[in-house]
């Protein structure tokens, strides 16, 4: 058989496997070809920066790059005793080009970092440098201040010897290392960062079960009625979907203030008083009614589109078969929506988690989440290798529920409206 | 949604409830919407309903803060306005124009590494807003591009593709593919083929994922707050800044205007959305 197929040839006298595969190869490649102008782009701007973010965020070369013969003496020296003259002149020289350079600013900020007190040392030694004689550094800068003397102060200084660090990571989780290069926890009241985690994961969860909770009930009254009725109470949920995000959140801001319609509405049907109005924005309150209501389209639409598609025969047969409604909502009608629960809850999940323009504006200090605090790194204190480091934090929790997703569901049924 | 006459008490009881829980999240869906409206046509400077609205006082309403909005001195609403429109039309235009040209690709049955190469094109809507602002701010501080307009509308060409993708894909998968064969065997060009055949088939498709394009880039606001500077501000970058700095109901004549927009825009995806369906013969 397989010498008789190897005879069948094309016109050409190829043989047609060989016509075929190439064939083949050829629309490959025309189908690549199509694909690549946008995949190019997308890994120049964005794919490629997400890797710079990484390098970025365990980057530590500034102080490897600003004391390079200080640390290269440093190799031999075990840290237990005072560093030997060689480590003090290499010191010395390094730190006489900086403050030719005019950066040993950015060196006393850097230690500073490791540890505290390194600022006014490295200014005191700035002002007697200027008066060193030639040889024997090690006595003339440990006579500039006591803690030059002090050997914990030039371990800090070794800590900073490595071109890459994990301390961004360790920071956004509240941890660092300690003088014994042990991994710890910072003081309990000094925790904001695991704080913020906590709080985000908390109100993003809450959200999606408020989406779920609220979505449920409509989308199945969307998918039942008849099409002329559900067609007009889909607006009510694609005009949300529809409207910028920022009026959302203003309409938001002018319902849930202390004089707005909500507070009005409380003391008119006799809730609260009229002078003890709560505070209803501006905490985390705000942030979750906000936040739900702006989401819920994101649940609807894939239950709506789920829900679409089973027959209602199906709950007649199961009554018919004697079960009562509620058994045969249990049995029959919600196993059969439960690709729309895990694509609308995957959706609002991760939508809520990397939320950053309602709790910045109506969150206040209580109802903000992770991404604020990366966003007032990156324009506040420009710790741009933390901002990144708690980004990519963020990223791989949001792709490993991504993958968990796809595990249990399949990626494929995300429809969009 | 009448009951029939021997529905036992008990079940019609619970019936009534769920239609008011409905009403009730409808209500709480669509209401916040519309407090905007009557609350713009304040004659006041406050964001609150005065005793004069709650009484249909007609002196209580004015038109004076879409004057202001329009007119009003050392006003930020026209410029940014027109970056606005600028920005997310040619966003749009790269947008749909890679979009639409990789959707084809994907569509191919040839394609290689399908799976991966989809995941790297719908990344962007993936991952959280906030990542990818800083992601393109460190792309675009390096090339030079922050501050300008080319800077913001490649970074909305960015966040736009995958909206283009998935909806042009979708629209392709219902494609008949016997009739470019069919053009093509009646000698037509595969160029030709894909203008007069394909294109006016997966229009609707295309139209929609432009859309999707449009409102993504009009109404980003994380990603433009690293990037723009002065020259650049857009409606929501104003809005932001006015919602964090003082609430003033000029932002609510804007926001009427945009609630308008987004009407005009949500009426026209859903009659694409019809026509693509029946044209991709789904009938419901």
């Known amino acids: 058989m397989s010498s008789e197929t190897r005879q069948i040839l094309t016109t050409d006298g190829i043989p047609l496997e060989v016509s075929l595969k190439k064939a083949e190869r050829k629309n490959k490649i025309k189908a690549f070809l199509l694909v690549a102008p946008l995949l190019l782009f997308l890994l120049i701007t964005y794919i490629f920066p997400i890797g710079d973010m990484l390098l970025r965020s365990v ?44 950066r040993d600013g950015k060196l006393s900020t850097q230690l500073n970092y490791t540890k505290n007190g390194f600022k006014s040392i490295l200014k005191k030694l700035r002002r007697k440098a200027k008066n060193f004689e030639e040889g024997n550094y090690k006595e003339q800068i440990m006579a500039v201040h006591k803690r030059w003397a002090d050997v914990e102060y030039w371990r800090a200084i070794k800590r ?37 985690w906590l ?16 979505a449920y009930p409509i989308a199945h009254l969307l998918a039942t ?66 936040m739900t209501q702006i989401l819920l389209p994101f649940m609807v639409l894939p239950l709506y589109s789920v829900m679409k598609t089973i027959s209602p025969s199906l709950m007649r047969a199961g009554k018919s078969l004697g079960g009562t409604p509620f058994v045969t909502f249990w049995k029959v009608y919600f196993p059969l929506t439960i690709p729309g629960i895990g694509a609308g809850c995957l959706l609002v999940f991760i939508l809520a988690i990397g939320y950053y323009i309602t709790p910045a504006l109506v969150g206040g200090a209580s109802g903000t989440l992770i991404s604020n605090q990366i966003a007032f790194h990156m324009k506040s204190t420009l710790d741009w290798s933390f901002a990144s480091a708690m980004g990519l934090m963020l990223l791989a929790g949001v792709l490993a529920i991504y993958w968990i997703y796809n595990k249990l569901v399949g990626i494929d049924n995300i429809k969009l409206g | 949604m009448a009951l029939p006459k021997y529905t036992e008490p008990h079940y019609r009881i619970w019936h009534y409830t769920y239609i008011f829980i409905c009403t009730c999240v409808f209500f709480f869906l669509i209401a916040p919407l519309f407090v905007i409206f009557p609350l713009s046509f304040n004659a006041e400077e406050f964001l609150s309903f005065s005793e004069g609205m709650k009484n249909l006082d007609p002196d209580a309403f004015s038109l004076r803060w879409y004057k202001d909005m329009i007119y009003g001195t050392k006003n930020p609403w026209g410029l940014a306005a027109k970056n606005s429109f600028i920005i997310a039309i040619f966003a749009t235009l790269g947008s749909v124009l890679l979009g639409t040209v990789a959707a084809l690709g994907l569509s191919s049955r040839h394609m290689p590494y399908k799976g991966l190469i989809m995941a790297t094109l719908i990344s962007p ?13 460190f792309f675009m501080a390096k090339a030079g591009l922050a501050a300008t307009h080319t800077g913001i509308i490649l970074a909305h060409i960015i966040l736009g593709t995958p909206f283009v993708v998935i909806t042009v894909t979708a629209t392709l998968s219902g494609f008949d593919h016997s009739v470019t064969r069919a053009a093509s065997s009646l000698g037509s060009d595969p160029v030709n083929t894909f203008m007069k055949i394909t294109l006016p088939l997966i229009l609707p498709g295309v139209i929609s994922g432009g859309l999707f394009a ?13 990037l723009a500077g002065l020259e650049n501000t857009t409606i929501p970058i104003q809005m932001w800044t006015g919602l964090r700095e003082q609430l003033s109901p000029t932002i609510l004549a804007v926001a009427t205007c945009l609630i308008i927009l987004s009407t005009l825009i949500l009426v026209t995806a859903e009659l694409l959305r019809r026509r693509s369906e029946r044209l991709r013969g789904i009938n419901r």
């Open chain 1, 160 to 196: 900073r010897a490595p071109a890459f660090t994990s301390s961004k990571y360790l920071k956004g989780m509240d941890m660092y290392k300690n003088e014994e290069g042990k991994i710890v926890s910072v003081k309990e009241d000094r925790r904001i960062h695991r704080v913020l």
């Open chain 2, 125 to 137: 809507m993936i991952v959280p807003l906030i990542i990818s602002g800083v992601a393109i701010f």
């Open chain 1, 59 to 102: 980057d530590d070369k500034m102080v490897t790059e600003m004391l390079p013969k200080t640390f290269k003496s440093m190799e031999d020296w075990d840290g237990n005793e005072m560093p030997p003259e060689e480590v003090f002149e290499a010191f010395y020289l390094d730190f006489q080009k900086l403050v030719e350079e005019k």
């Open chain 1, 199 to 214: 709080r985000t994961l908390e109100i993003a969860f809450f959200v999606t079960l408020l989406c779920f909770l609220m």
């Open chain 1, 225 to 290: 009625l008849p099409m002329k009725y559900s067609n007009l109470l889909m607006i009510c949920v694609l005009l949300p979907f529809w409207t910028s995000l920022l009026v959302r959140t203003a309409s938001w801001m002018i319902l849930l203030q202390q004089q707005g319609v909500v507070n009005d509405f409380f003391v008119m049907i006799g809730l609260v008083a009229d002078d003890n109005r709560p505070e209803m924005m501006y905490n985390k309150t705000g942030t979750y009614v906000a």
């Open chain 2, 214 to 226: 449009f409102v993504t880039s009009f109404d980003e606001v994380v990603v433009v707050l690293f």
